[in-house]
C-alpha cells in the first residue's frame, strides 16, 4: 500500500476551515481508492503563532516540512499584523527554500458555476498559467532612503536570472506538451522594460527549439488582459512572471466565478523537496467562523496534490465529485449566491466520492 505524509497548515483567517474540509475529502478519496493511504499531521503556524512567538513559524520550518510529501496550506495574512511579515515569515520562507519556483494555476469554468463572461461557454475558457515563483518583481531586493523627506528614494529590484527564466520556461513548455492543444503564450512586457524582459523573450525562442511540437506565442501582459476576456479560447498553457501572473490570475479566477474556486499549487518540479497546495483566496476575515467559507478551491488543489503525488485516478474521481456538486445549485455557498454552508459542501463531496466509480 502506497503511503504519503502530508502536512496540513491551515494558517488564517478561513484557512483552517477550508483545509478541515480538504482533509476530510482527501482522507474520503484515500478510503474510495483504497490503494493508498494518507498520513497528515497538522501545523499551527500563522499569525496565532506569531502572537506568541514573535515569528510564523519556527526558525527550522522549512526544514521540519521536508519530511513530508505534499503540504495542504490554506491562507495567511491579519489585520493586525503587516503583509510583509504575514506573508514573508510564512508562505514565502516556505516556497524559497524548498525551492517551489513553479506556482500553477488551473482556471476553467465549473459545471453549474456562472462566469462574468457571457459570450463564453464553460469548456471554452481551460487555462493553465505558470507563475514563477522564486525571483523577479518579488524577489525581496531593494530598499528605502530618507524616508519622509522630498528627497526620500525607494526601489524595489526585479531580480531575473537566466537560469530561473530558463528552468520556468521549460516547465511550462513541458506542461503545455502535456496537455492536448500544445499551445503556449508566453507573457512579458519587453517593449517597455528592455532588459529582463527581453531576455524572458530570447529564453522562450531558445527553449521553444526543444519542444517543437508546441504552439507557441509571445504577449504583453497589457494585451493580455484583453485577450483573456475578449478570446478567451485562444489560449491554453500561459507562462509570465511572479507579478504579472499574479495579477493575470486573479483576473482569471474572477472570470471562472469566485475565488472561492480558484486552486493554486506551488510546485518543486525536481521533486527533491514537497510541493504546496493552496487554494488563490487569502483571509477572507469578513466570513471567517461563519461555516460559509467555499471549500472547493481547496478541494481543486487537494486533486492537484494527488496528481502530483502519482495519484491521478483519485484526483480525476475528485475533480468529478466536485463538478458533481458544484452543478447543484443548491449546493453553493453565499459567494456563489447560494446558502450552503462549507460543512454541506463538503459532505456532498464527500458523498459523490463514496457512489463514485
Ligand atoms: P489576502 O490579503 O489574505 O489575500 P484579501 O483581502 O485579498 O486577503 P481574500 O481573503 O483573498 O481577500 O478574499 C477577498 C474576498 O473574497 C473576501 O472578503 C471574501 O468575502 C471572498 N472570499 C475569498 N475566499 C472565499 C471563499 N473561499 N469563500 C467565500 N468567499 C471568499
Ligand atoms: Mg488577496
Redesign the pocket.
Known amino acids: 500500500m502506497r503511503s504519503y505524509k502530508i502536512a496540513a497548515m491551515g494558517g488564517?483567517?478561513?484557512g483552517p476551515e477550508?483545509v478541515e474540509a480538504g482533509v476530510q475529502v482527501l482522507k474520503t478519496c484515500a478510503e474510495r481508492d483504497g490503494g493508498f493511504t494518507l498520513d497528515v499531521q497538522d501545523f499551527d503556524w500563522g499569525s496565532d503563532y506569531y502572537r506568541t512567538h514573535g515569528v510564523m513559524m519556527p526558525a527550522d520550518g522549512a526544514e521540519q516540512l521536508r519530511q513530508f510529501d505534499a503540504i495542504l496550506f490554506g491562507?495567511?495574512?491579519a489585520p493586525d499584523i503587516p503583509?510583509h511579515i504575514?506573508?514573508w515569515g510564512l508562505r514565502l520562507s516556505i516556497c524559497q527554500p524548498l525551492d517551489q519556483y513553479a506556482n500553477v494555476r488551473p482556471t476553467r469554468i465549473l459545471p453549474g458555476i456562472t462566469s462574468p463572461l457571457r459570450h463564453v461557454s464553460g469548456p471554452e475558457l481551460d487555462w493553465v498559467i505558470v507563475r514563477e515563483n522564486s525571483e523577479g518583481e518579488y524577489s525581496g531586493v531593494g530598499g528605502r532612503v530618507h524616508k519622509g523627506l522630498p528627497i526620500e528614494v525607494a526601489q524595489d529590484v526585479s531580480v531575473m536570472t537566466r537560469a530561473g527564466v530558463q528552468r520556468i520556461i521549460r516547465y511550462a513548455f513541458r506542461l503545455a506538451q502535456s496537455r492536448p492543444r500544445k499551445l503556449l503564450t508566453v507573457v512579458t512586457k519587453s517593449n517597455a522594460q528592455r532588459h529582463a524582459m527581453v531576455m524572458w523573450d530570447e529564453i522562450a525562442a531558445e527553449v521553444a527549439q526543444e519542444f517543437p511540437d508546441v504552439t507557441w506565442d509571445k504577449m504583453l501582459v497589457d494585451a493580455m488582459t484583453m485577450r483573456m476576456v475578449m478570446k478567451p479560447q485562444t489560449l491554453d498553457t500561459i507562462v509570465a512572471t511572479n507579478l504579472h501572473a499574479d495579477i493575470l490570475s486573479d483576473l482569471a479566477a474572477a472570470l471562472a466565478g469566485?475565488?472561492?474556486?480558484a486552486p493554486t499549487a506551488n510546485i518543486n518540479p525536481e521533486r527533491d523537496a514537497p510541493s504546496m497546495f493552496e487554494?488563490?483566496?487569502?483571509?477572507?476575515?469578513?466570513?471567517t467562523g461563519k461555516g460559509?467559507?467555499?471549500?472547493?478551491?481547496?478541494f481543486w488543489t487537494a486533486a492537484m496534490m494527488l496528481e502530483h503525488l502519482g495519484e491521478k485516478p483519485a484526483a480525476d474521481r475528485l475533480m468529478r465529485a466536485v463538478e458533481r456538486v458544484t452543478a447543484d445549485p443548491a449546493l453553493h455557498?453565499?459567494?456563489?449566491g447560494g446558502k450552503a454552508t462549507?460543512r454541506q459542501v463538503t459532505d456532498a463531496v464527500c458523498e459523490a466520492l463514496r457512489r463514485a466509480n
Not at 258 to 261: E, Q, V
Not at 279 to 287: L, N, V, Y
Not at 292 to 298: F, L, S
Request: aromatic residues 2%; hydrophobic residues 45%.
Open positions: 488564517d483567517g478561513i477550508v491562507a495567511v495574512g503583509d504575514t506573508l469566485s475565488l472561492g474556486i487554494p488563490i483566496h487569502g483571509s477572507a476575515f469578513d466570513i460559509i467559507a467555499n471549500p472547493v478551491a481547496t455557498t453565499p459567494d456563489l462549507t
